[in-house]
Every structure is written in C-alpha cells, then in structure tokens.
Antibody
Framework: QVQLQESGPGLVKPSETLSLTCAVS?????????WGWIRQPPGKGLEWIGSIYHSGSTYYNPSLKSRVTISVDTSKNLFSLKLTSVAAADTAVYYCARTSGSYSRYYFDYWGQGTLVTVSS | SYELTQPPSVSVSPGQTATITCSGDKLGDKYASWYQQKAGQSPVLVISEDNKRPSGIPERFSGSNSGNTATLTISGTQAVDEADYYCQACDSSTVVFGGGTKLTVL
C-alpha cells in the first residue's frame, strides 16, 4: 500500500522560505509516476502547486512557478517542496500525492494526510 | 488560464440521485477526475479519467464528460456521502481543480 507523509515547520515568517518533505513508503519513487504537491487554504478549495518525475522533470502551476522548486531524492524515497517569499496568502494545508495517468490525463490516486503551514510573524 | 466551475452546493435526500456538475471550455475534449473530501480529511479519488472507478469506491459513484460539462452522479445517495467534491482536469501540463461543491444529504 502506497503511503505518503508530509513533514516540515508548521510556522513560517513572511518573506521567508517554506520547505516541506514528503516521504513515500510502499512504493519506490524510482519505479515511475509523477509526484505532486497540492495545497488548500483554510475553508477554501484545492490548488495544484506542481509535480515531479523521478528523473527530475517538473511541471509547475504558472501562478506559482516563479517561487516554487520541487526536487526528488530517490535514495531516500522522498520529494520536497520549496516556496520562497511567502505571505499570509500561502497559509494552507499542504498535501503531497502520487500523480497517476498519462500526459494530459493526470490525476492523484494516493494522498498524504496533509500538514498545516501558517505564515505569520 | 483554464478554469473549472462547480456549483457551491447541492442538496439531496437519502436514497435519491445526486448530480454534481463541472463546467469548462471544451472540457469534453479533456479528462475529468473527481475527489471526495470529508471534513478534516484528505481528498479521496472517486472517479478518474471521466468514468473510471478506483478499487474500493462504491458502484453508486459514476462519471461522464461531454461538451463543456463533466458530471459526477451518486445513485442511492447515503448519509456517508455528505462531503465536498472537487473536479480536476489537465490543460496541457497544468493541473486545474474546480472550486468544489458541498453535497448535503438532508
């Protein structure tokens, strides 16, 4: 059974960098699939941040692209998110998820439990 | 940028059929997926690629997609189906979610 677990600071100061890690168990990232990050501000809907392949190939949400970096560490079977210059609007529950399907048919079949990140001084 | 539009809320009586729509320009030319999210929980995939039901999802969940509208249908709705539902599609390499629909089972 594929399991994903997010980890990282729950509080980040404005203008600083948000860093999260997603540890994957039950499946080797090296085998395939894209792996993605999605966030959800309190009381609001889902927003895709970006996805990465085990080779390092990435796709980002155009609205966040200038501030986002997603990387993968196949030796540790995890992938990571960095979001720079955060503001209060970046406060959200951040989910990691496995991205299944093929090009233009992607969907998310396994999700982590989510981690709340609050941006505040 | 591509947008998906869902009604904010839908109400249904137990045992009846719930229909949740998702609208987008030429959405029928793309593939729509649907997620169920209960309060305080992570989203769960209930329909992928227009009409594929993942293992473990009850048969009462079904999907269709044509023209500008994708539809999630829940037949014989149960109280346990009360949740927020999100549609999702891809526009080239960009993933887009709808705004979500709160399903209330009265």
């Amino acid at each position: 059974q594929v399991q994903l677990q997010e980890s990282g600071p729950g509080l980040v100061k404005p203008s600083e960098t948000l860093s999260l890690t997603c540890a994957v168990s039950g499946y080797s990232i090296n085998t395939g699939y894209y792996w993605g990050w999605i966030r959800q501000p309190p009381g609001k809907g889902l927003e895709w941040i970006g996805s990465i392949y085990h080779s390092g190939s990435t796709y980002y949400n155009p609205s966040l692209k200038s501030r986002v970096t997603i990387s993968v560490d196949t030796s540790k079977n995890l992938f990571s998110l960095k979001l720079t210059s955060v503001a209060a609007a970046d406060t959200a529950v951040y989910y990691c998820a496995r991205t299944s399907g093929s090009y233009s048919r992607y969907y998310f079949d396994y999700w982590g439990q989510g981690t709340l990140v609050t941006v505040s001084s | 940028s591509y947008e998906l539009t869902q009604p904010p809320s839908v109400s249904v009586s137990p045992g009846q059929t719930a229909t949740i729509t998702c609208s987008g320009d030429k959405l029928g030319d793309k593939y729509a997926s649907w997620y169920q999210q209960k309060a305080g929980q992570s989203p769960v995939l209930v329909i992928s690629e227009d009409n594929k039901r993942p293992s473990g999802i009850p048969e009462r969940f079904s999907g269709s997609n044509s023209g500008n509208t994708a539809t999630l249908t829940i037949s014989g709705t149960q109280a346990v189906d009360e949740a927020d539902y999100y549609c999702q599609a891809c526009d080239s390499s960009t993933v887009v979610f709808g705004g979500g629909t709160k399903l209330t089972v009265l």
